[in-house]
T-cell receptor, first 109, second 114 residues
Framework: GQNIDQPTEMTATEGAIVQINCTYQ??????LFWYQQHAGEAPTFLSY????GLEEKGRFSSFLSRSKGYSYLLLKELQMKDSASYLC??????????FGPGTRLSVLP | DAGITQSPRHKVTETGTPVTLRCHQT?????MYWYRQDPGHGLRLIHY???????DKGEVSDGYSVSRSKTEDFLLTLESATSSQTSVYFC?????????????FGPGTRLLVL
């Protein structure tokens, strides 16, 4: 089976840095994606990693270690609008995406 | 925003009735997906399509069927709705088999089965 784990909830302060971890055990691997989902809305794409290392996109960075089955999403200079759920997803072979349960991030003033 | 719409956006139905949800895209993307999202479970794949009339099952396909007769439309049918199928349903599209193109999600359909 496929297994993806993320913390259920996290809290951080406006202006701070937060790291959201994701561990996975899957039967295949063709890339790891991070999505942001505000309450009542659709998920939107944040980042994609297929090779080991760090990918940076403005205030958001994502890291991947394939040998450890581990990724994290780093959010810098947190803003109130970053309060949302963050979904980790693995693309398996055959174009199947498997999603983790999501991490609900609350940013406090 | 990717051109992807879902209809209806909200639906209330009774147990045992058939329900069809529609996903429509204007991007001419090859791949289309149906997910359901429930608290504590995240997004779970129901069915996906890799071309016209080409579909495959996902993780939670029991009780659901799909059809894709045109590139732009992907239909999800609940043959006989049950209360356990109360959920938020998302359609998604992607253009590439390489994974470098991400999925774009529709706005979702909230389905309540009484």
């Amino acid at each position: 089976g496929q297994n993806i784990d993320q913390p259920t909830e996290m809290t951080a302060t406006e202006g701070a840095i937060v790291q959201i971890n994701c561990t996975y055990q899957t039967s295949g691997f063709n890339g790891l994606f991070w999505y942001q989902q505000h309450a009542g809305e659709a998920p939107t794409f944040l980042s994609y990693n297929v090779l080991d290392g760090l990918e940076e996109k403005g205030r958001f960075s994502s890291f991947l270690s394939r040998s450890k089955g581990y990724s994290y999403l780093l959010l810098k200079e947190l803003q109130m609008k970053d309060s949302a759920s963050y979904l980790c997803a693995v693309l398996l072979y055959g174009q199947n995406f498997v999603f983790g349960p999501g991490t609900r991030l609350s940013v406090l003033p | 925003d990717a051109g992807i719409t879902q209809s209806p956006r909200h639906k209330v139905t009774e147990t045992g009735t058939p329900v069809t949800l529609r996903c429509h895209q204007t991007e001419n993307h090859r791949y289309m997906y149906w997910y359901r999202q429930d608290p504590g479970h995240g997004l779970r794949l129901i069915h996906y399509s890799y071309g016209v009339k080409d579909t495959d099952k996902g993780e939670v396909s029991d009780g659901y069927s799909v059809s894709r007769s045109k590139t732009e439309d992907f239909l999800l049918t609940l043959e006989s709705a049950t209360s356990s199928q109360t959920s938020v349903y998302f359609c998604a599209i992607s253009s590439s088999g390489s994974g470098q193109e991400t999925q774009y999600f529709g706005p979702g359909t909230r389905l309540l089965v009484l």
